[in-house]
């Protein structure tokens, strides 16, 4: 069994670090990081996208090496060079998306690679049962572990996850936003489990935008902000309103440079969309001019219900329209033709495709129209790549550099050039500017802003507050697949957007 | 401290049992089919059972794909797969006649061994080359195919191996039995069963299936991924070069082109016999089981009316429609198991 | 003015060459012309070593030899460069060339009987695409089934007979060459389908969508290309053009037998692996993939007239299959290790 006496207090923290640096060619991802959890702690941090904490996680993971600074484990310096390193010296992470094995069994998953043996050098399945029935008793889970880990809820592998760290031992676990996409209950469930954890001595890091969680279940936060430390304070000692403040560092209305722009007519009328388990009856519109913002938690159901108007996913019932025509669904070339445009959440996987070139990857999406007879010639394509690469002051050396070679910033360039050569009437764009640096941000907001002026209809789907509250003229808050607050600019702040997205239309403060 | 109550999973027994049974209804699913064509076949001609040599054919002929398809599964399970068996067998069956004609009185045994460890020389090759070359299997071993086959093409050049070189005890073990089981595939069901417990009680066997089910998160977890590919081709050469010894036991020539087409084969059979081409599941039993039926068929094709010419057919027929089988009851378990949790939830 | 005009800002404008590279660069220092350089060498050290090789008489047996493997390898580029595999097109060669025997022996007009071959050849496309982009079954797997089945039909109308018994015009079609230069007429045909296979590769919407898709299937299905139908598309050639090859095989042995062409696919294949294009999809070059099939062919028709054993050729081919798919891994690692020796010197 594995429970550890919870140790003396005044023990080393379990997990330092000092000055932690890390780069990715050009791009810097951590400047400075500090860090100091404490044994029998639950410890937040919390930063806007882009601030550096996968980066940190991943180091302290094993999976990347740090560049400069210090690292020190349970009082001893660490130097982790494989994840498998890690989780022997008893680090466990609990990302978003667990990787299991989905052809094995819970219990062989909890076990893998380290199963107990008999003499006879069999793998003792009954005494993995027995331990891993143990463990999921402690933790008040009812899965039965010899069922396939295929089809289990993500509440459910994240269990399965935290049971393996206790049955590793696991004193310090960090826990990825793990409540991205949970329900309610099931996030109980999980502030029980690592509150016990907690209890027992081990040092649990809570990575998470929802400040009410946050408040609720850590009792330290530590802010980070464009790849350095801010802050670290008791939760007690600091309200939300600091906290957003350090995230964001200076005024919101500074950053937006928003552009008046007359608002017309309907553009995209979005009406009952409905996805059994993703999204349900949903509707809005969109008019020219104007700028919707789609705000709410990591997991609400945006970008479905963006890739759902755009083709790209299906629906169920309701219906998509484009300046009064219907848009048939299942169909992204149906909706190009209509008149959308998706710039996607993940610009390297759905947005782009890294091992083109910039003129190959800004010309896709335009290459029916770009043919003569039918044919296609480079120096067509290069011409058009080059209108948009100068419009968006595109920083390459050449149109045939391989776009996974730019820059965060640039490589959104390329997407949003890529789409708006389309000449569409609608543009979604989801997380404009997640993962970009400051100045880049700045650029698309400004594109962005010039846009909505001229006239496009513009649906922005966006985690960061700030961004959402300094760019939108109208704020749809979505909570588990429904709209819950349609909020005018004049009214809507951080307080009510958030409101709304972390309570239902119904329910009363928890 | 309480935990919130929240519904008890699901009557866990049912789901788990609903999936152990769908693994296991592979394989009894194939022993049913073997023993439906078994039972119709006999009945048209009792002779295909109930003789001698009928007993003893239906035992016999498959043993040598079942000992290939063992190999092959162990190969898929890690999400590889091993063109190159045919061209190992046709080497291994090469060489063991070569050794009994070149060296008179050398122990049937030894024989054996030597022909194994010849194969999973041959395999050791293969999977070198796929774990550290990173290149996907399929290209390998479709390379070594070649490469093989050259060798033993130029090695027998036009020479043939005939019955007359081959000591008599070693041919009396490729068509004895021991109560009226044929020593071939009682060496074939041992191999099996060897296997068959390697792949379900040792860690190393375990992590075949997680290398297959998710080669990513095996990376993650620490596993020796490269070592388990490595084993995993040498098992396959192994087990091939075991068989082209048992091919010359039992036909007594061997030529140049002597097990040309037996990957596709084996690969059928173990897919038949419930082995994921994705890797990550399957059993050997299954791909054994394949094998039987595979060639079973073959077999009562001419009773049934059938001309053998039409033998290739049935097996494309098989293959597809054992990997159409095998998606279609996926999508309904994953949506099964799908509606399942958000009931619960 | 669209929505999307944007005013210039007052930042200097930035040039945007074409190319980061010289042409030079560009062109030679590719797979492709490795492989076109490799043939060039081994072209020239064959006909300095090897009696009779540069004669019109083995040029014109090494081209058409080389004919059903070319034209195959037209089609399987696409397939390949999908990420997918076609491991069925010797089968369908094979049961084209039967059908074409059976037909004609049962009287039908020999052009309707090509006709219907090629018809048969979509149909057995047809059945790889639909399993593949529709059931979603993976290709390797359902390649090695219609391998099977589609061989098991031919061999199974033709038994171990077979049928010699064709016009005059179109066997003779298939095997004259032009006068006194060797080259045989088929070539004609043979160029034009290079022509038009290339020019959809590289100069077509189609060809981006494919490329695009090879190299990242989400980003290709969210910019509006058609996955399901493009890859489609790529096994409906794959089997119209092993059906034309089996029609050109039958004509030029003059023979259709169940077992025409068996194993045809592994050289296909590694034909065009040798060319550049990459077994992960998204990378080569129809250029490449013409001299990956030279290459082969000319080594065979070098060695066979060297009196070599035709079989040694086969080590040959696999060795150089394994070398081809290797040696981006190998020169990436020798990069890399000197990188690392650098950064290890003080």
């Known amino acids: ?510 | 401290m309480t935990t919130p109550t929240l519904t008890p999973e699901k009557v866990p027994n049912a789901g788990v049992r609903i999936a152990r049974t769908f693994v296991r209804a592979r394989e009894t699913g194939i022993l049913l089919a073997i023993l439906v064509v078994i039972a119709v076949t006999t009945a048209i001609n009792p002779t295909f059972l109930f003789s001698g040599d009928g007993w003893r054919d239906l035992l016999l002929t498959p043993s040598i794909l079942a000992l290939v398809a063992i190999g092959q599964a162990i190969v898929i399970i890690t999400r590889n797969v091993d063109l190159s068996v045919g061209s190992v067998v046709g080497l291994t069956a090469y060489l063991t006649g070569r050794l009994f004609a070149d060296i008179p009185g050398i122990p049937i045994i030894a024989v054996f061994v030597i022909g194994a460890l010849a194969g999973a020389v041959l395999g050791l090759v293969n999977g070198a080359l796929v774990a550290f070359g990173k290149v996907p299997a399929l290209v390998i071993t479709l390379g070594t195919l070649y490469a093989y086959r050259g060798i033993d093409v130029l090695w027998a050049g036009s020479n043939r191996i005939n019955a007359s070189d081959m000591p008599d005890a070693f041919l009396g073990l490729g068509t004895g039995s021991f109560l009226s089981i044929p020593y071939l595939t009682i060496l074939a069901v041992l191999v099996m069963l060897i296997a068959g417990w390697f792949l379900r009680n040792r860690r190393g066997g375990r992590e075949l299936y997680a290398i297959g089910s998710d080669p990513a998160a095996a990376e993650l977890y620490g596993l020796k991924v490269t070592r388990r590919i490595l084993t995993a081709f040498v098992l396959s050469g192994a087990t091939a070069g075991l068989a082209g010894v048992l091919f010359v036991a039992r036909y007594g020539t061997v030529s140049s082109q002597t097990g040309t087409g037996l990957e596709l084969q084996a690969v059928g059979a173990a897919v038949i016999g419930g082995v994921a081409i994705f890797g990550g599941s399957g059993s050997v039993y299954g791909a054994v089981l394949g094998a039987v039926l595979l060639l079973t068929i073959n077999r009562a094709l001419p009773i049934l009316g059938i001309q053998d010419f039409w033998q290739q057919a049935v097996v494309g027929v098989l293959i597809i429609g054992a990997i159409v089988l095998d998606r279609v009851l996926s999508l309904r378990l994953s949506r099964r198991l799908v509606a399942e949790r958000e009931v619960t939830a | 003015m669209t929505d999307t005009q944007v005013p210039t800002t007052s930042a200097p404008a930035r040039s945007y060459p074409d190319y980061s590279r010289p042409l030079w660069q560009r062109w030679l220092l590719t797979r492709e012309f490795a492989v076109i350089g490799a043939l060039i060498v081994v072209a020239i050290v064959a006909s300095a070593t090897v009696q009779n090789f540069g004669t019109p008489v083995t040029l014109g047996f090494l081209l058409l030899d080389v004919t059903p493997i070319l034209m195959i390898a037209l089609p399987m580029t696409f397939v390949i460069v999908t990420g997918e595999i076609d491991l069925s097109v010797a089968s369908t060669l094979g049961l084209s060339s039967v059908l074409l025997g059976v037909l004609t022996k049962a009287g039908m007009p020999f052009e309707f009987a090509m006709v219907v071959c090629l018809v048969v050849g979509l149909v057995c496309g047809a059945v790889n695409g639909f399993l593949v982009t529709v059931v979603g079954l993976p290709s390797l797997a359902v390649t090695i089934g219609t391998l099977a089945l589609f061989r098991g039909i031919a061999v199974g109308l033709l038994g171990t007979t077979a049928i010699t018994d064709f016009p005059f015009f179109w066997q003779n079609l298939a095997q004259q060459r032009f006068g006194t230069s060797g080259i045989p007429v088929i070539m004609v045909l043979v160029a034009v389908l290079v022509i038009v296979f290339a020019v959809l590769l590289h100069a077509t919407p189609y060809g981006r969508g494919l490329f695009a898709l090879g190299l990242s299937s989400d980003t290709a299905a969210f910019s509006g290309v058609n996955v399901a139908r493009t890859k489609f598309i790529a096994f409906l050639l794959t089997g119209l053009i092993s059906a034309l090859a089996g029609i050109y095989w039958t004509l030029r042995y003059g023979s259709a037998r169940g077992d025409n062409a068996v194993g045809l696919e592994l050289s296909v294949i590694a034909a065009v692996l040798l060319g550049g294009v990459s077994i992960f999809g998204g990378k080569g070059a129809m250029h490449g993939v013409i001299a990956g099939v030279l290459l082969i062919g000319v080594l065979q028709s070098a060695l066979r007239l060297a009196n070599v054993s035709s079989d040694a050729i086969n080590i040959i081919t696999g060795v150089l299959l394994i070398v081809s798919v290797l040696s981006p891994r190998i020169l990436a690692w020798a990069r890399g290790s000197r990188a690392r020796r650098r950064r290890s010197q003080p």
């Open chain 1, 1 to 510: 069994m594995t429970s550890s006496a919870t140790p003396a207090p005044g023990g080393p923290p379990v997990l330092e670090l000092r000055g932690v640096a890390k780069a990715f060619g050009q791009v810097i991802a951590l400047s400075r990081a500090d860090l100091r959890v404490e044994q029998a702690s639950i410890h937040a941090l919390v930063g806007e996208n882009g601030a550096g904490k996968s980066t940190l996680v991943k180091i302290v993971a094993g999976l990347y090496q740090r560049d400069a600074g210090e690292m020190r484990f349970r009082g001893e310096a660490v130097d982790f060079s494989t994840t498998a390193e890690a989780k022997n010296a008893g680090i466990a992470v609990i990302y978003q998306e667990p990787t299991l094995f989905p052809d094995l069994s819970v219990t062989e998953n909890v076990f893998m690679g380290r199963q107990p043996t008999d003499r006879l050098g069999r793998v003792d399945r009954k005494a993995m049962r027995t331990e891993v029935r143990e463990i999921f008793r402690r933790l008040g889970v009812h899965i039965d572990p010899d069922r396939l880990a295929e089809g289990l809820s993500i509440a459910d592998q994240q269990l399965i996850e935290i049971a393996k760290a206790i049955s590793l031992d696991a004193r310090l676990l960090i826990m990825d936003e793990p409540t991205a996409a949970l329900s309610g209950v099931e996030v109980e469930r999980l502030f029980v489990v690592a509150r016990s954890l907690r209890d027992e001595g081990r040092g649990i890091v809570f990575i998470s935008h929802r400040f009410d969680e946050v408040f609720s279940l850590c009792d330290t936060i530590t802010v980070m902000r464009d790849g350095a430390y801010v802050s670290t304070d008791s939760t007690v000692d600091v309200t939300e309103d600091e906290i957003v403040r350090r995230m964001v560092g200076r005024d919101v209305t500074e950053l937006f440079p928003k552009q008046a722009a007359t608002i017309g007519e309907p553009r995209l009328v979005v009406e009952h969309l409905t996805s059994a388990g993703v999204f349900h009856d949903v509707s809005f519109t969109v008019r020219s001019g104007e700028i919707v913002a789609l705000a709410g938690l990591v997991g609400a159901g945006r970008s479905e219900i963006a890739r759902a108007v755009f083709g790209v996913d299906g629906y169920e019932t309701g219906s998509v329209r484009v300046e009064g025509r219907p848009v048939p669904k299942r169909r992204p070339t149906a909706a190009m033709a209509a008149g959308l445009a998706l710039v996607p959440e993940d610009r390297r996987k759905q947005g782009l495709v890294l091992e083109e070139t910039v003129a190959r990857n800004s010309t896709l999406a335009i290459r029916n129209k770009l043919t003569k007879a039918g044919f296609i010639r480079s120096a067509s394509e290069n011409s058009a790549a080059r209108v948009w690469a100068s419009r968006l002051q595109l920083k390459t050396n050449a149109l045939d550099t391989l776009v996974g070679t730019l820059s965060g910033g640039n490589q959104q360039k390329v997407v949003l050039g890529k789409w708006l050569a389309t000449e569409p009437r609608v543009l979604i764009i989801d997380e404009p500017t997640r993962g970009i640096d400051v100045g880049t941000k700045a650029e698309v907001h400004r594109l962005l802003s010039e846009l909505a002026g001229r006239g496009m209809a513009i649906l922005m789907i966006s985690s960061e507050l700030p961004e959402v509250l300094g760019m939108a003229d109208r704020v749809l808050v979505v909570r588990e697949g429904r709209i819950t607050a349609d909020l005018d600019r004049s009214v809507a702040d951080a307080e009510n957007v958030m409101f709304a997205a972390t309570h239902a239309l119904e329910e009363s403060a928890r």
